[in-house]
């Protein structure tokens, strides 16, 4: 399947937007393309249950800071959280599907 420039735009977008406005902007585009581009709309869906994810991820680690280590692992999601979210940015811009690793598939 042909992916056209705008798709691969919007599916861009739904990655590195995150760093603006984490849930919203995937939530946005997903609900606004899901029914028009099966691609766009998996990328959107990608991204949005990875920033949920990465959300938990880091209220747990806010919580294990009363240990020390919750600093540690904050510092760890943040580099992570942009390694691949570039990678997921680039692989769209590619026209291939990104899976996020440690990312919970909570909209199907």
């Given at each position: 399947m042909?992916?056209?420039?705008?798709?691969?735009?919007?599916?861009?977008?739904?990655?590195?937007?995150c760093f603006?406005?984490?849930?919203?902007?995937p939530?946005?585009?997903?609900?606004?393309k899901?029914?028009?581009?099966?691609?766009?709309?998996?990328?959107?869906?990608?991204?949005?249950?990875?920033?949920?994810?990465?959300?938990?991820y880091?209220?747990?680690?806010?919580?294990?800071?009363?240990?020390?280590?919750?600093?540690?692992?904050?510092?760890?999601?943040s580099?992570?959280g942009?390694?691949?979210?570039?990678?997921?940015?680039?692989?769209?811009?590619?026209?291939?599907?990104y899976?996020?690793?440690?990312?919970?598939r909570?909209i199907?």
């Open positions: 042909v992916k056209t420039e705008e798709e691969k735009l919007l599916a861009v977008l739904s990655h590195v937007l603006v406005a984490p849930i919203i902007a939530l946005v585009i997903w609900l606004l899901k029914d028009q581009s099966w691609y766009v709309g998996e990328h959107a869906k990608e991204s949005l249950n990875f920033q949920i994810s990465l959300a938990i880091c209220f747990i680690s806010s919580l294990l800071s009363i240990i020390l280590i919750g600093f540690v692992l904050i510092i760890a999601l580099i992570f942009l390694i691949v979210v570039i990678v997921a940015a680039v692989r769209a811009y590619k026209g291939e599907i899976r996020y690793p440690l990312s919970i909570l199907k």
